[in-house]
């Protein structure tokens, strides 16, 4: 429970930090990697928010040791609080009336998952087959790729209403989420033995070929996308997608059964399709800047 808090706290300091460093910035692109990865690194600031990240990516080890796989989602995405509060107070920005209902909604679906949970019964699991990983892996890291680019394409419209990134919150949130069932399974293997042991069963595994692609990928991807929209919207959309897509499919990949118990299996279950339902009704733009008002006409000089 500590390393999950700690990881919280880490990933939304991240996530705030790199906001803010890309707020000065010029504007990246995904067509331009090693253009994005020079400014980037030539800030202080982000490699401070990077660093942060990573941190939370060792936290998050830990927490797959010893948490089963829709536990420690449900206490990711309550992490959610402090980044909109985060983002607030150092990014100024606001939310909506209505997108605080929708994560409200997100927090309330999340604490049924965590209600539904029985540390007498869960079980943590330690291995899952390779095929079934690459399986559900694979189509998904091709779907969030392909979701980007058409939110890319929709993007570039002259006339199209601004974005709130709820389309690049998902496409991110799906590669994300096969990163963190990368992670599961590089924490399984770690247990092997001793370090000689435990480097030559993850290097046997696909996970750190996964965490590469994703890494690389979904470093572009997410910081083209925090510096065009808010980070108050995109990261609890893309946490969102990222936790229900480890808890339910990483749940089935590693053999972590759903609870016996019907009260506890319809907390889960409802949490989880209230989560989906949340995010499929959330704004995909932002209300359109007021328009200005125009010059009051200029009094008549009458002559003299």
């Not at 694979?138 to 680019?149: D, H, M, Q």
């Not at 083209?224 to 808890?247: G, H, M, N, Y």
Request: glycine share 10%; hydrophobic share 50%.
């Amino acid at each position: 429970m500590a390393a999950a808090l700690l990881a919280n706290a880490l990933y939304s300091t991240g996530f705030v930090l790199e906001k803010r460093a890309l707020g000065v910035l010029p504007q990246v692109s995904v067509r331009q990697p090693l253009r994005l990865l020079r400014l980037v690194l030539g800030s202080p600031l982000w490699i401070g928010g990077s660093l942060a990240l990573a941190a939370g990516f060792g936290a998050q080890l830990a927490v797959y040791r010893t948490l089963p796989i829709a536990a420690a989602q449900g206490i990711f995405v309550s992490g959610l609080v402090l980044l909109v509060l985060l983002s607030a107070r150092l990014l100024g920005e606001e939310t909506t009336g209505r997108e605080r209902y929708a994560l409200g909604a997100i927090l309330a679906a999340l604490l049924m998952v965590v209600l539904s949970l029985d540390e007498g019964s869960d079980t943590v699991s330690r291995d899952a087959p390779y095929a079934l990983v690459l399986t559900i892996c694979l189509p998904s890291l091709a779907l969030g790729v392909w979701l980007y680019r058409s939110a890319e394409r929709r993007a570039r419209h002259r006339h199209r209403l601004p974005t709130t990134g709820v389309e690049y919150g998902v496409a991110v949130g799906l590669l994300y989420g096969v990163s963190s069932l990368a992670i599961k399974g590089v924490s399984s293997r770690l247990t092997v033995g001793g370090i000689g042991d435990a480097v030559v069963a993850v290097l046997r595994s696909p996970y750190p070929y996964l965490l590469l692609f994703t890494g690389a990928f979904g470093l572009v991807m997410s910081q083209a996308a925090l510096q065009r929209c808010r980070a108050s919207l995109i990261v609890p959309v893309c946490t969102t997608v990222t936790s229900l897509f480890t808890a339910v499919l990483g749940t089935l990949s590693f053999g972590e059964s759903l609870p016996d118990d019907p009260l506890r299996l319809a907390l889960r279950l409802s949490g989880t399709v209230l989560a989906v339902g949340v995010l499929l009704s959330m704004p995909k733009h932002d209300a359109p800047p007021s328009a200005q008002q125009p010059p009051a006409p200029a009094k008549e000089l009458t002559p003299p």
